[in-house]
């Protein structure tokens, strides 16, 4: 099957400039994810849907991070304005369901904030 | 938040020497998941266990679901160049819909 698909790969912006990645889950699987992984750090949860809706957004700041999956498939993940500390890697993640199944990674789009 | 510890931090290790890792958490989980990172790549899965006292193996790993529900073991035998790469445990606490919390993750060196 394939696997998870982002894009772009690398992404370089000014701070306060906006920007936006794009996620394409595993057919099927009904739960995404969006993970930041800071250099040197595990990755950590910004948000999670089941289909369209939102389950889990504690940890997305959202005075500047926002994301969509309108259609329950595709999502976009913005940064509006970029500050120098989001830098990192920006994975998207899906599993078959949000309790028993494992999550598949995309590769991650690299942020560099100048 | 929820907080796992992972050890050791990094490993300098020679070609066909075995590696031990483990994670502990502070509270109680239901799912215990090991990932493989490689630069430039997302995490790959390695083993899922989802039972206490579970152990499963993937070829040359093998991990472990501990008694307490709180700790994980992974373990991999004849280490190879190919191994290099960090490792990551992940878990989901119990009494949580699914939030899954990784760990700081080991950074494994093989030499020849």
């Known amino acids: 099957e394939a696997g998870v698909a982002q894009s772009p790969r690398y992404k370089i912006i000014e701070k306060r400039q906006s920007v936006a990645f794009w996620c394409n889950p595993i057919?099927?699987?009904?739960?995404l994810y969006w993970y930041q992984q800071i250099l040197g750090q595990g990755p950590k949860l910004l948000i999670q849907?089941?289909?369209?809706?939102?389950?889990?957004d504690s940890q997305l700041p959202k005075d500047r991070f926002s994301a969509e999956r309108l259609k329950g498939v595709d999502s976009t993940l913005k940064i509006q304005p970029a500050k120098l500390e989001d830098s990192a890697v920006y994975l998207c993640?899906?599993?078959?369901?949000?309790?028993?199944?494992?999550?598949?990674f995309g590769n991650g789009t690299r942020l560099t904030v100048t | 938040g929820q907080q796992l510890n992972q050890s050791p931090q990094s490993m300098f290790i020679q070609e066909g020497e075995d590696v031990s890792m483990n994670c502990t958490s502070s509270?109680?989980?239901?799912?215990w998941l090991w990932y493989k990172q490689d630069p430039g790549e997302g995490p790959v899965l390695l083993i899922a266990?989802?039972?206490?006292?579970e152990l499963t193996s993937n070829g040359r790993l093998t991990a472990q679901f501990g008694i307490t529900r709180k700790d994980s073991f992974l373990n991999i035998s004849a280490s190879i160049p190919s191994d290099v790469g960090i490792y990551f445990c992940?878990?989901?606490?119990?009494?949580?819909?699914?939030?899954?919390?990784f760990g700081t993750g080991t950074r494994l060196q093989v030499t020849l």
């Open positions: 993640a899906s599993s078959l369901d949000p309790l028993n199944s494992p999550l598949h």
């Open positions: 992940a878990g989901r606490p119990t009494g949580t819909a699914s939030k899954l919390t």
């Open positions: 266990l989802y039972k206490a006292g």
């Open positions: 849907f089941q289909n369209n809706g939102v389950v889990d």
């Open positions: 509270s109680i989980f239901n799912t």
């Open positions: 057919s099927g699987h009904a739960t």
